[in-house]
């Protein structure tokens, strides 16, 4: 994960004159004038590694009434560093700009016609690639739907299962007739640069370092370090359109928890949309669905309740298939498991790349909160602050407890060698 200071901290370009003509586009009214604005940051340092992203109060005059809309603005980094590296090309804005303008209202239309109410996600108001790459979204929060701060529970993992499971299938019902389903290839494995493999790998190398720490994990830790070598081609081979792949489906790519807003009524759950279709990447559903069971699911929905999730997941993707009227040959369950076992090396590289982005606070990861700001800003290029975090993160108690009942079973099903 990459931390920018900017991420707390607004462009100088993001003023009224700026807002003024978003709105005037989004609300089609050219005489519309901003009156007054605040803008505040729209997440938590680290909780997006592919954007920075704001919230905006807006007040603007249109049509004779005075009137009030939250906006969320998501934009790149201005200021050095890795995720503005790799930002910079404007890859992912574009897929992201695909999946809002093209393949998600396609999406939606099909399941309004079938008498599906599902909704995905917010709706996209405003986009634009130059002088600036930004998007703004409706502010779900209006809505009363907010973030979590740990991964889900079997409850909430279902509600996500179910749009997953919708998702896949929508875009297999798709892909034939929107063809440009079929052209995403910018998932992760595809647009990691040379910067972020060096990262991986060093951290690999921590890790393996932290095994030979652990009591009894000793022998893990050769079996962790030759991974370093070639886990990035396998990655790569993953997320790349395979021919010999049972079925494919439009993966969202980055399905975690961070990328919800929960609607909660009386303590529960009700509703779950999703956000960030930056690397949504045509190819196998085990993309999602392994990258989901470690970064959404907490680990004792994971450990005690994956196959149940995974037959669950399946059944509401032949439901909607079914609902929509499919007419091709619906893949069996074992089709989904051979694909989960096939791209097993991702379970792997998850646990030792995100999974502590995932498990643990910002605070946990940082080591030590600034009294000013509240956190400490730092980007991983910085080789002595990374090694620094990553080590404590690999130390962590929770981190640990999960690793240390994960590795023989990576090392039993072949995913510790490469």
Known sequence: MAFNKDEMHAPTWLNDRFLEKALKQSENDSALVVTEYKIV???????????????????????????????????????????????????VFKTETIMYTTVIPEMQRLFRSVGDETELGPRLLYASKEPHLVMIFED???????????QLDLHDAKIAYSKLAKWHAASMFLADTIPVIKTLDKG???IANEDFENIWTANISLLAKVCREWSGYEMYGDRVDSLKKDIHEKIKDIYRFNESTSYNVLNHGDFHFKNMMY????????????????????????IDVIYSLYNMCSSETRDNHRNELIKFYYDQFVASL??????????????????ILKCGHLETFLSAAFLPFMILTFEELIGQVNKDEGFEMFDPSDPEKMTEMMLGSYRNPKYAAIMQKYLPIFMHKGFLDL
């Open 188 to 190: 992760i494995g595809a």
């Open 263 to 286: 609607k909660v009524v009386d303590g529960k759950t009700q509703d779950i949309l999703l956000l960030d279709y930056q690397v949504s990447v045509w190819g196998s559903p085990a």
């Open 140 to 150: 779900l929060a209006k809505r009363n739907y907010g973030m979590k701060n740990n």
């Open 322 to 339: 079914n609902k929509f009227g499919y007419l091709g040959k619906i893949p069996p369950l074992i089709n989904l498991h051979v694909e």
């Open 41 to 91: 940051p729209g997440s938590r340092p680290g909780d997006h590694y592919a954007s920075i992203i704001f919230r905006a109060s807006v007040s603007f005059k249109s049509r004779g009434k005075n009137n009030e809309i939250s906006l969320i603005v998501k934009t790149i980094p201005e200021a050095d560093g890795l995720k503005r590296d790799l930002l910079k090309n404007g890859v």
